[in-house]
């Protein structure tokens, strides 16, 4: 099945220009662009309302806030800042400073927390840090956990529903899983995976399973530790291998996931066929459900984030310099049940009738 594109647009910037991260609060909707600008636009024209320049230097990341209201970014200046969407062009509502002055790769949010990793300038234990910060109180950070990764932390995420445990990937091939209640590291470590390789994104999927995307496209499920009775043992461990084989893509983009979807949404591309794709992956098994094809993407160019608006619609940006969206429902307005929706009574019955549905891994 193929998506209809709905708008685009370069939102104003220079040609040389590529957009990496999308982010929406509330009825707000932001990207991060290589020249280092925060650009603010509306849905669903794709316009640019505000543009904040030289929002941090070395512009690396952006994420909502816990509560939807505000953007956060950061970057290589070792800085922090939350925007409000409406007066973004003025001045940060708060930053937050890297005690050493390191430069920021990776950020997430839950309720008054932000947790910042840190870029690798040398290998080895200390170089790199896990922080978190309590916005109402801001000065410093109230955890630094600097001995569990010895490389470049590429992702950091917080639990769905318990508040404490923080995930962080890296390229040093390790997944950490800290309580972050606990102030010593040792004792804040609960769980390491290794998926053998660079980690390009990871996350919860489940309240007690994990995903890791590595750089070489290999793809995995854990079991989370449980936190709850000694006797429990996790759920076991599921390794797909490399999805490039299996979704005969070249790259892949990311593992989205919005709450009003059953379940996750795996994103790739392919520069040679000008494509990006989506693929519904089901529970228990993570098996795949119907694919949905995005026709000529971004073109030739690489496709840096998909962000999932509603279960028929979708945000594209990438190397190319625009920003895209997408109506994934069959009929092509955005309104209808989306074919990326598993759960959804068409895309069950075309499963069993095996109309587009992929090979389950």
């Known amino acids: 099945m193929a998506a209809k594109q709905l708008a685009s647009s370069t939102l104003g910037s220079p040609s040389d ?3 990496f991260t999308l982010a929406q609060a509330g009825q707000h909707f932001a990207t991060i662009g290589s ?24 512009l690396a990341c952006l994420t909502a806030s816990a509560d939807g209201t505000t953007f956060v970014t950061a970057g290589r200046d070792g800085r922090v800042r939350i925007w409000d969407p409406r007066t973004a062009t003025k001045s940060p509502n708060l930053e937050l400073a890297e005690p050493k002055s390191a430069g920021i790769s990776a950020v997430a949010c839950a309720g008054n927390y932000v947790a910042a990793g840190t870029e690798s300038t040398k290998e080895g234990l200390g170089d790199v840090s896990v922080l978190v910060y309590d ?13 569990s990764h010895t490389d470049t932390i590429t992702q950091l995420a917080w639990h769905p529903t318990q508040s404490n445990l923080l995930l962080s990937g890296s390229t040093d091939g390790l997944v950490s899983i800290f309580d972050a209640n606990v102030e010593e590291e040792e004792d804040a470590l609960m769980q390491v995976l290794n998926p053998r390789s660079a980690v390009h994104c990871a996350g919860f999927l489940t309240d007690d399973q994990v ?10 499920v854990y079991g989370l530790d449980k936190t709850g009775t000694a006797e429990e043992e996790p759920l076991p461990a599921h390794q797909f291998g490399d999805l490039r084989d299996k979704l005969d893509c070249m790259y892949v983009v990311n593992l989205a996931q919005e709450s009003s979807l059953p379940g996750p949404v795996l994103a790739f591309g392919h520069n040679v066929n000008q494509t990006l794709s989506l693929v ?34 979708a945000l594209t940006c990438g190397e190319d310099g625009h920003v895209r969206s997408w109506a994934l429902s069959p009929s092509g307005d955005g309104q209808n049940d989306s074919v990326v929706a598993p759960g959804s009574k068409k895309a069950k019955r075309n499963a069993k009738k095996g109309v587009d549905r992929s090979a389950p891994y």
Not at 35 to 58: M, W, Y
Not at 285 to 301: F, Q, S, T, Y
């Open 280 to 313: 519904p992956l089901q529970a228990p098994n993570w098996e795949m459900g119907i694919r949905v094809d995005l026709p000529g993407a971004h073109g030739e160019e690489v496709v840096r984030d998909v962000l999932l608006i509603d279960p028929s619609t």
């Open 17 to 19: 220009t590529y957009f």
């Open 211 to 220: 995903y890791t995307l590595s750089t070489d496209e290999q793809f995995s």
């Open 135 to 147: 916005t109402r109180s801001s000065a410093q950070p109230i955890r630094s956990y600097a001995e």
């Open 35 to 58: 020249d280092d600008s925060l650009r603010l636009f509306d849905l669903p024209t794709v316009q640019p309302i505000n543009e904040v320049k030289g929002a941090h230097t070395g």
